[in-house]
T-cell receptor
Framework: GQQVMQIPQYQHVQEGEDFTTYCNSS?????IQWYKQRPGGHPVFLIQLVKSGEVKKQKRLTFQFGEAKKNSSLHITATQTTDVGTYFCAGPSFGGYQKVTFGIGTKLQVIP | NAGVTQTPKFQVLKTGQSMTLQCAQDMNHNSMYWYRQDPGMGLRLIYY???????DKGEVPNGYNVSRLNKREFSLRLESAAPSQTSVYFC????????????FGPGTRLTVT
């Protein structure tokens, strides 16, 4: 199936520092989704990017889709303890447009 | 509007026992999914149902069966549980069109001893 590689797997930051997680694919993606999972919780949809070079913002979160539609990033400005959790990207899978393949996730720890 | 609900929340099984995980959604979604989440492995698709009446294998289907009972309900069955099936299981649903986001249930934490 489709592979989406996500780095880093873990990141510890001091509160107030910025954070970025990256998602890469060897093939062109029609779209990419981002989810957040709080500790002990379930994944929650954050956003979807569809267009080449698209940039979307949600408060302190900035999402980018690469020009070639093979990579994406999530950047958090001035992290807060409420940002703690695991962030997943997900791209369409082969064999069915209803399916997505999730990246391994980046676990963010914010040190107060 | 409860979204996606799953039962049970926790379960402990002995090797060889069977059980069914239940999932229901009240959003009139066409597609439903079962994932397992293991440390360091992300979310892996076990089975999915693109629409009522259809089911298909995902990435890790061995040892599992599913039933799409109706549009609302999608169950996952372990016929003979193995320790390797110790995991957190999430059910999800989506409208089923291209680019549709998925809505997840709260999960079932399963331990097989």
């Amino acid at each position: 199936g489709q592979q989406v590689m996500q780095i880093p797997q873990y990141q510890h930051v001091q509160e107030g520092e910025d954070f970025t997680t990256y998602c890469n694919s060897s093939t062109t993606l029609s779209n990419i989704q981002w989810y957040k999972q709080r500790p002990g919780g379930h994944p929650v949809f954050l956003i979807q990017l569809v267009k080449s070079g698209e940039v979307k913002k949600q408060k302190r979160l900035t999402f980018q889709f690469g020009e070639a539609k093979k990579n994406s990033s999530l950047h958090i400005t001035a992290t807060q303890t409420t940002d703690v959790g695991t962030y997943f990207c997900a791209g369409p899978s082969f064999g069915g447009y209803q399916k997505v393949t999730f990246g391994i996730g980046t676990k963010l720890q914010v040190i107060p | 509007n409860a979204g996606v609900t799953q039962t049970p929340k926790f379960q402990v099984l002995k090797t060889g026992q069977s059980m069914t995980l239940q999932c229901a959604q009240d959003m009139n979604h066409n597609s439903m999914y079962w994932y397992r989440q293991d440390p360091g492995m992300g979310l892996r698709l076990i089975y999915y149902s693109a629409s009522e009446g259809t089911t298909d294998k995902g990435e890790v289907p061995n040892g599992y069966n599913v039933s799409r009972l109706n549009k609302r309900e999608f169950s996952l069955r372990l016929e003979s549980a193995a320790p390797s099936q110790t995991s957190v299981y999430f059910c999800a649903s989506s409208e089923g069109h291209r680019h549709g986001e998925q809505y997840f249930g709260p999960g079932t934490r399963l331990t097989v001893t």
